[in-house]
């Protein structure tokens, strides 16, 4: 060996030692900042402990499986736990895929943006500039919705019309065509409730401009510049991969697996049918850190669209379920002065979290199999890994130790949508003021057991009043919260939907 290259090699093991010996030190480091309760921002990512965590927190709330995926100094953490399927036993790994529901809304609303970047789409213009034969029981709403209005959820569209229109390309079409018959919860601008049915309606859009159906224009225009192989919407493509199976149970019992693998139409495709794994979840929150583009330098959407998803639109009356205000797509929020973004996901039998810091480079995707304790899981996780990862402590939410004294008699009667009743009546004992039970109603009549959550009074002001709602003492507490239109319209704001009194 020349001396040149004796010196090389010397020098490259004195490297490769002293980056073991500060691997080592920082790993000692974070042992003894966890027992003395410090958080730590250093960028490392301890795999051996958050695995550890991930493993105790499924096991505490019998969650049978979940993929954790965190973007953090540059690099996408992936882990996993537990089991796809209980009925068969095969174990979760990193490439499962698991339905992500409601998050697939963000993912439409970034082809949306992307139409608007291409100059084919104003989304000022009423939908019926795109749509001439767009119609809804209300025909002056039709007539002047916008799509801007259906991405920040102001359109007052009745949020949860479900219409099976079979496995066609034109599913899509014949859904819209039937949103002829669906009402309104709220006028159009009047107050933020979220809509499902919106996003179906800006799924057609897209296929009317693009000429694509809508799963097509997500594989070409989005999927395939970021390099997501494992993101799909249909089920022969499901089937490539390990798949999750979906469970149902209450918070600390053991779920049983859903009868069906998916039980949503094709038709549900632009609000919630996508497939991905969760290091997929977090490629696609990256190109919103990375201002619009991929990995290897390709624009996917413009600096303008990523931060006019990121522009807080309007405000949210429940400040706490998915953020204080609405984007175009995106629930925002800020976590001590830092702003952030994500959407919450849910189909039969499996939950999905996405919670994404820009300015800190950090994204935490949650992807779960089921079990009714999975919010807690995700709320330990984000809380946890924020704290680490970008040194800002997440809110918690819940009623104060000594929650104010309200009156309660304005909030009692019926609140009525389409298919849903909720009846708040005031509670004689126990825990809480007020119950609230929600079932199903005309069509819906008979397919839930009707649920009930006592609501808990936090804060009192002359606009809104808020509770903090939970079934029982294992559940994670939501936020419930009463207000009223200009008009004097009472509404409550319940998972992020506005129902209006009506008795």
Aim: hydrophobic share 40%.
């Amino acid at each position: 060996m020349s001396k040149d290259m004796y010196r090389e090699f010397s020098d490259n093991v004195d490297r490769e030692v002293a980056k073991l010996v500060e691997r080592t030190n920082r790993d000692a480091a974070r042992v003894v900042d966890r027992a003395l309760g410090r958080t730590r921002t250093d960028g490392a990512f301890d795999a051996v402990h958050w695995q550890r965590r991930l493993d105790d927190l499924l096991t505490t709330h019998r969650i049978p499986g979940a993929a954790l995926a965190v973007l953090a100094d540059g690099e996408i953490h992936e882990l996993a736990s537990g089991i796809l399927h209980t009925g068969t036993g095969v174990d979760t790994t990193t490439d499962s895929v698991f339905q992500i529901g409601s998050v697939s809304k963000g993912y439409t609303a970034a082809l949306v943006l992307s139409l608007a970047d291409a100059g084919k789409l104003d989304l000022d213009q009423p939908v019926a500039t795109v749509l001439p034969d767009f119609a809804l029981a209300d025909a002056e709403a039709a007539r002047t919705i916008t799509p801007r209005q259906l991405l920040n959820h102001t359109s007052g569209i009745e949020g949860d019309y479900v219409n099976d229109t079979g496995r066609g390309d034109d599913c899509l079409a014949r859904y819209v065509d039937g949103t002829r018959d669906v009402g309104l919860t709220n006028p159009p601008g009047a107050t933020m409730s979220y809509s499902s049915t919106a996003y179906n309606v800006l799924g057609r859009i897209v296929e009317v401009i693009t000429g694509r159906t809508w799963d097509e224009a997500l594989k070409e225009l989005i999927c395939d510049p970021l390099g997501l192989r494992q993101t799909m919407t249909l089920p022969e493509e499901v089937l490539r991969f390990r798949t999750a199976m979906g469970h149902m149970g209450e918070p600390g019992e053991d779920p049983t697996p859903t009868p069906l693998w998916n039980m949503l139409p094709r038709s549900a495709g632009p609000y919630g049918g996508i497939s991905a794994t969760a290091a997929d979840v977090v490629r696609f929150a990256r190109m919103f850190i990375d201002g619009g583009t991929a990995p290897d330098g390709t624009r996917v959407l413009s600096a303008a669209a990523v931060e006019a998803m990121l522009t807080r639109e309007v405000e949210m009356p429940d400040q706490w379920f998915l953020g204080a205000h609405w984007g175009l797509g995106w629930g925002l929020f800020e976590w001590g002065g830092v702003r952030g973004f994500g959407h919450d996901g849910s189909t039969f039998g499996q939950l999905s979290y996405l919670r994404a810091l820009p300015e800190k480079g950090l994204a935490i995707a949650l992807l779960t199999n089921g079990g009714g304790a999975a919010p807690k899981v995700h709320e330990a996780l984000c809380r946890e890994l924020s704290a680490e990862f970008a040194g800002v402590a997440m809110p918690v939410f819940g009623p104060p130790d000594n929650p104010p004294a309200v009156d309660t008699e304005p909030f009692t009667g019926r609140y009525e949508r389409e298919g849903f009743l909720m009846t708040i009546t005031a509670r004689a004992e126990g825990e809480g003021v007020l119950d609230l039970r929600y079932e199903g109603v005309e069509g819906l009549a008979g397919t839930f057991d009707p649920l009930v959550w006592h609501l808990t009074p936090v804060s009192d002001t002359p606009t809104k009043t808020v509770f903090a709602g939970r079934r029982n003492d294992k559940d994670a507490w939501i936020p419930v919260v009463f207000y009223a239109l200009p008009d004097g319209t009472r509404y409550v704001h319940f998972g992020v939907r506005a129902t209006a009194r009506t008795t």
